[in-house]
C-alpha cells in the first residue's frame, strides 16, 4: 500500500522527494544525532550475520571503529567471543562509580533471510514508504544502533553518569549454538558485564490502527520444558490383537493431558499486566481483567477462554507436539511415544511439572520422561527506579500511553542474564503494529519515526538510570 501511488500536490511531492527522513522531530533527537544513528543502523543491517551464512565479528568491529573514532580508549572496547567468526562487543563507559553499572544489551545475529523470500535484497538498507526495511531492523538491529549512538553521544555531551554503562553487542541469541554471545561473556569474561540490571529486547511499544496502545516492559519470560512419554509394548502379530496396546495407552494418556489445565493464577508481573490491561480495554473484558488481577479464578477462566495467549500468560501450559510409533503395518506396536512441550511460569519448578505430567497420565505404563536438561528462569523483580524511569521517559515522549510489564512466551538472551543473577528488562520505546509483527519473516521493518522516537526514548531512559535524582531530566530534549 503505497502512499507515493496518489497523486500529491505539487508542493508535498517536492518536499517527499527532496526529505527522504520525513520525521517529526518534537519527540525525536536533533537532526545530527539522528544521522548518526541512521548511519550506524545501515552500517550494521548490511552486515549479514546470520547463524550459518553469515557472522557477527563485522558488526562487533564495525561498533568498535566507531567508538574508537569517537574517543573512546582501547581499553575500554573488548572484541571477541566463543569463535573467530562469532565475536562480541563489549564497551565500557565511565560513569563516577558511585552505584553498580548498567548494562545495555543487543544482539547483532539476525535470523536467516533468502533474497528470493522477500520482496527486496534483506541486506540492504532500505527506506521505503515511512519504513526501514532489511533483516535484523527490528529484531535486533535498531537497538544495537541506539546503543552505541547514544553512548557516543554521551560522551560529545560529556556526560557524567552515576554509574558505568555498558553495551553488550552479542552473538547468536537467534541460533542458540555453542556461540552464544551473553552466555560465553558469562562464563569467560564476567567481570565486563558484570552490573546490576541490564536492558534488552523483548518489549516493544503497541501500536494498532495506528494509535499507540502501550509502551511495553518485559520482566520476565516462561521457560520450556520437554517431555518425552512412552509406552513399551511386547507387541505381537497384528491378526491376533490383545487388549494391551502400547499407541491406544499413549493414546488414552493423551486424552487425558488435552483435558487438562494446570492451575490458572497471577504472579507480580501478569497481575501487574492485567491491572495495566483493565484500564486500556474498552469492552466487557475491561472487568474481568481487573479481577484477575485481584485473584479471581472465575475471571481469570474467562480471560483463558478468550484468548490463547491470556491463557498462556495465566499458567503453565504443556501440548503434543510430535508423534511416533509401530513398526509395520501388520504388526503390534512395541513402542508409543509422543513429545510434549511444556512452558512453565517462572514460579513453577520443572519437578512440579514433572510430577503434575505424571498425575495426569495416572499409567505406570506411560513412562514420563524430562529431555535435557531444562534451567528454570526466573523473574526479575519490578524494580520501582525502572519502572518510574521507563513511565517517565514514556509520559514525557507519549503522553498518556500507558507502561505495561510483561511477561512473554519466548526466550531471549534475558533468561540467561536472570539466571547469573543480574535481573533484565527488555525495553525499547519502538513502537509496532500489533497485527503487523515481522520479526524473523519476510519484508522486516521498523518505521523510520519509531525508529527515531525509539532513539530519544533510549537516551532518555538510559540517563535517567545511570543519574538518578533531579539532575535525570534536566539535560533532555
Ligand atoms: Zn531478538
Known amino acids: 500500500m503505497s502512499a507515493m501511488k496518489k497523486p500529491y500536490p505539487l508542493h508535498l511531492t517536492l518536499m517527499l522527494l527532496l526529505s527522504p527522513v520525513f520525521v517529526s522531530a518534537q519527540t525525536t533527537r536533533p537532526e545530527a ?3 548518526l544513528a541512521h548511519d550506524i543502523y545501515k552500517e550494521f543491517v548490511e552486515i549479514q550475520s546470520g547463524f550459518t551464512t553469515g557472522a557477527t565479528t563485522p558488526v562487533a568491529e564495525a561498533a568498535a571503529a566507531r567508538l574508537r573514532a569517537a574517543g573512546f580508549s582501547e581499553f575500554d572496547v573488548f572484541v571477541g567471543g566463543a569463535s573467530p567468526k562469532k565475536a562480541n562487543l563489549v564497551v565500557r563507559y565511565h560513569g563516577t562509580g558511585a552505584l553498580k553499572p548498567i548494562l545495555l544489551l543487543a544482539h547483532i545475529d539476525v535470523v536467516e533471510a533468502k533474497r528470493e523470500d522477500w520482496s527486496m535484497d534483506p541486506f540492504q538498507f532500505l527506506e521505503q514508504d515511512g519504513f526501514f526495511y532489511g533483516r535484523g531492523t527490528g529484531d535486533d538491529k535498531a537497538q544495537a544502533a541506539i546503543w552505541i549512538a547514544n553512548l557516543i553521544q554521551y560522551k560529545k555531551e560529556g556526560f557524567t ?8 553487542l552479542t552473538a547468536d541469541e537467534e541460533g542458540g549454538g555453542p556461540y552464544n554471545g551473553v552466555g560465553w561473556l558469562l ?3 564476567r567481570e565486563l558485564i558484570d552490573s546490576e540490571f541490564a536492558l534488552n ?12 496502545i502501550s509502551n511495553d516492559l518485559q520482566i520476565s519470560e516462561k521457560y520450556v520444558v520437554n517431555f518425552r512419554l512412552e509406552v513399551r509394548n511386547k507387541g505381537g502379530h497384528s491378526s491376533m490383537p490383545v487388549a494391551d496396546n502400547a499407541i491406544y495407552r499413549l493414546a488414552a494418556a493423551l486424552q487425558r493431558l488435552s483435558n487438562f489445565g494446570f492451575p490458572l493464577k497471577t504472579n507480580e508481573v501478569t497481575a501487574a499486566y492485567f491491572q495495566a490491561m483493565a484500564k486500556i480495554e474498552t469492552g466487557s473484558r475491561k472487568e474481568d481483567l481487573a479481577n484477575a488481577s485481584k485473584g479471581s479464578q472465575e475471571a481469570m477462566q474467562r480471560l483463558a477462554a478468550a484468548s490463547p495467549a491470556w491463557n498462556a500468560t495465566l499458567r503453565t501450559t504443556c501440548v503434543a507436539t510430535l508423534l511416533e510409533g509401530g513398526h509395520a503395518v501388520n504388526a503390534l506396536p512395541q513402542l508409543a511415544a509422543a513429545t510434549v512441550n511444556c512452558r512453565v511460569l517462572p514460579e513453577d519448578s520443572v519437578e512440579f511439572v514433572h510430577t503434575t505430567l505424571q498425575k495426569v497420565v495416572a499409567d505406570d505404563e506411560v513412562s514420563v520422561r524430562i529431555l535435557g536438561d531444562p534451567a528454570p528462569g526466573p523473574a526479575s523483580a519490578l524494580r520501582p527506579d525502572v519502572l518510574a524511569a521507563v513511565s517517565h521517559a514514556t509520559e514525557s515522549l507519549w503522553p498518556g500511553v500507558p507502561v505495561v510489564p510483561i511477561m512473554v512466551m519466548g526466550a531471549t538472551d534475558g533468561k540467561a542474564l536472570r539466571i547469573a543473577g543480574i535481573p533484565t528488562y527488555g525495553i525499547q520505546g519502538i513502537f509496532f503494529d500489533r497485527d503487523d ?3 524473523h519473516g519476510r519484508d522486516e521493518r521498523v518505521g523510520v519515526q519509531s525508529f527515531y522516537e525509539g532513539h530519544a526514548f533510549l537516551y532518555e531512559l538510559v540517563k535517567s538510570l545511570s543519574k538518578p535524582g533531579p539532575m535525570a531530566h534536566s539535560n533532555g530534549r
Open 33 to 35: 544525532e539522528r544521522k
Open 161 to 168: 553518569p552515576d554509574r558505568d554503562i555498558i553495551v553488550a
Open 187 to 189: 562464563k569467560n569474561h
Open 201 to 212: 529486547e523483548g518489549g516493544w511499544g503497541e501500536e494498532s490502527k495506528g494509535k499507540k
Open 437 to 439: 509483527i515481522r520479526f
